[in-house]
């Protein structure tokens, strides 16, 4: 039978992180039991230049306190792992600067004696390191992974974010050994918008695509829209030719929210918000430049300027290249009367909010899908959000669409909203329905294993008709 190898490297390295492709990863694999029936999908890490098979995703400790304080004792190591390596290397260096300050040349073997010396002192900073990695290699739960043996009629589908990891070498000896190697795409946006990104994320994600064109037999994306922008970027780099020997498809996300631990409360100051009565428009999303918040506060300047009492709520994790926008945010005068933000709300938490605000505004620049679109209207919540094609290939006619170049657009929506009660949408959202993360992860399954047998069967005819002439 033949299986779907589904990589989720980085979401089992890193438990603790709840956004984004996080989020489509962990609901992808924690449904792949509910397709058993239908086909063999084993979800994978690499791990030493190994491949192992995923028997647990999450360390038994994730939900609960003690898993929550190693995180960040984790995160803290890690911090403190990097800073001990800049004290290393300075310390190593450190007899070439001393030597610049002497009036004289030392001989050579005092400076190869300084050298060694400095040599082992900074290896003393090395030491903490190692002790380190021991430490959270212990902490760490080893059952939740055994080793795997491929086969010859496996698939290789590459889920989770792979710029971030280093087993391209492995990939490339399964891809020449026969294995059919499938990428998950969840957007270009290094590349079609590199201003909204870290310099380095940037290069990364550069080389890594140009590793994925020449590896991948088969690209499927979060969205038609974003399929066809990687279709016109493998075009581009590898030529119509090679590219033509590729294939591409899309599938599309769920809704729920699955870390709904009823166990979990709702903290009193978001009760005391979403229980006050006013009109509360959410924004859901990391706080990074291509989310566009500055957008939201000037739209809603022109709200309040006029007297109006609603309410905008920022909800997300703080992202990069934001420090004008938290700096304006934290000096606004509406700060806690009208302006609101919360960046590590829990699911539970986030649902309250969903299920009490007045709608969602969502003015993107640039997305691969917009999974907070379809898990506010899937409960009921009107959106908001910027003209974009992947907005209207996901919404239609249930979402109202604002101008990006005019904050005022999007005032004049909300205006009329509160005024008369009708959302200014050419369909109503209750009318609305969306798949939810096990029919995401069967739509996957399904089209990934047609697109397969498709190219399969195409490459032996070709191999039949060739060997005939």
Known sequence: ????????????????????????????????????????????????GEMLEVKKLAPKYADAWYGRWHCRLEALAQKFAHKLTQIRLRYWRMHARLFRWLPWSPPRIVQRAANLGFHVLSMSFILPLYFVEWILEKIEDRSRTVGLECRADDILVLLDSSWHTDFFPIVEKLQRQGMPIVSVIYDLIPLTHPQFCDNSLVQVFDRWFDWISNTANGFIAISGTIRDEVRDEVQRRLGHERAASRWFDFFHLGSELDRLNESSSVRPAVKKLFTSGRAIYLMVSTIEPRKNHAYLLDAFEHLWQEGSDVILCFIGRIGWKNERLIERVKKHPQLKQRLFMFNDLSDVELEYCYSRARALVFPSFAEGFGLPLVEAMQRGLPVMASEIPVFHEIGGEFVSYFDLSQPESLAAQIRQFEAHGIFPATRQVADWSWLNWEDSARQLVKRVMHQVETQQHAQSSYETDHCAE
């Open 1 to 48: 039978m033949t299986r779907l190898l589904v990589d989720c490297t980085f979401v089992f390295n890193h438990p603790e992180l709840n956004t984004g492709i996080q989020r489509v990863v962990r609901n992808i694999i924690n449904h792949f039991p509910s397709l058993r029936d239908e086909v063999a999908c084993v979800p994978i890490i690499f791990k030493q």
